[in-house]
C-alpha cells in the first residue's frame, strides 16, 4: 500500500492559520488524498479529499503539490476545537486495495489560547 | 440518517467469554470498515466489505477474530474467545466509493470501548 509520511506534533496559536503537511512520493495515478482528524474520545471525521487541483470546504483547504508527491491541510483560523490528530491517507480508487482506507500514526496537533 | 450506529457503547467481559460487537451502516453505503485502536498500536484497520463481501481481512489479529456481514444494514465483529490483550476501542465506519472520488468520505461510528479483564 502507498504510504505517508508526518510529523508526529505540531503547534499552533488560537486564530493563526495552520499548515499541516503530508509526504507521498509512492502515490499512485488513481490515489485520492484524504484527510481526516480525530478529536479526543471521539471516533474520526472526515475532513477533505482531492485528487489532483486544490480543494476548499467550510472546514478546510487540501493544497496537492504539481507532482502529486506531497500535500498540505491549511487550516485558515485555528481554534481551540480543531485540536486533535489529523490522519493524511492514500485511498485506491481502483486496484488490489480498491477502497482501502489505511490509518498513519497522524499529526497530533495542539492549539494554544 | 442517524449515521454509523455501533453497539454496545462499552463491554465489559471475562477473559475467555465471547463477545459480539454490532455495526448498522448508513443506508446506501458500500464499504463497511472495522477499526481497532489502542495507544500502543493506533488505529488499525481489521477488515473491510464491499457490498457484505470481505475484500481484505489480513488485519484481523488471530482466528478468535471473525467479522460478518449477512446484509447491507448490518455487521458483527466477533471475539471468541476474549483476552486482556482485546482490550481497545472497535470502530466500524461505512462509505460509498465511486471513481470520481465523490461522495466517498467515510462515515465513523461512535465506537465500542472493550474491556476483558
Known amino acids: 500500500d502507498a504510504k505517508t509520511t508526518q510529523p508526529n506534533s505540531m503547534e499552533s496559536n488560537e486564530e493563526e492559520p495552520v499548515h499541516l503537511p503530508c509526504n507521498h512520493s509512492?502515490?499512485?495515478?488513481?490515489?485520492?488524498i484524504h484527510w481526516y482528524r480525530q478529536l479526543p474520545s471521539q471516533g474520526p471525521e472526515y475532513v477533505i479529499h482531492?485528487?489532483?487541483s486544490n480543494v476548499n470546504n467550510r472546514m478546510a483547504s487540501l493544497a496537492i503539490a504539481e507532482d502529486r508527491k506531497s500535500s498540505t491541510l491549511i487550516l485558515h483560523r485555528a481554534t481551540l476545537r480543531d485540536a486533535a490528530v489529523y490522519y493524511c491517507i492514500l485511498r485506491d480508487v481502483y486496484g488490489g486495495s480498491q477502497g482501502n482506507l489505511i490509518f498513519g500514526k497522524g499529526t497530533k496537533l495542539s492549539v494554544k489560547p | 440518517d442517524a449515521g454509523v450506529i455501533q453497539s454496545p457503547r462499552h463491554e465489559v467481559t471475562e477473559m475467555g467469554q465471547e463477545v459480539t460487537l454490532r455495526c448498522k451502516p448508513i443506508s446506501g453505503h458500500d464499504y463497511l470498515f472495522w477499526y481497532r485502536q489502542t495507544m500502543m498500536r493506533g488505529l488499525e484497520l481489521l477488515i473491510y466489505f464491499n457490498n457484505n463481501v470481505p475484500i481484505d481481512d489480513s488485519g484481523m489479529p488471530e482466528d478468535r477474530f471473525s467479522a460478518k456481514m449477512p446484509n447491507a444494514s448490518f455487521s458483527t465483529l466477533k471475539i471468541q474467545p476474549s483476552e486482556p490483550r482485546d482490550s481497545a476501542v472497535y470502530f466500524c465506519a461505512s462509505s460509498l466509493l465511486d471513481v470520481m472520488g465523490t461522495g466517498d468520505e467515510a462515515f465513523f461510528g461512535q465506537g465500542t470501548r472493550l474491556t476483558v479483564v
Open positions: 509512492t502515490i499512485s495515478g488513481t490515489d485520492y
Open positions: 482531492g485528487l489532483t
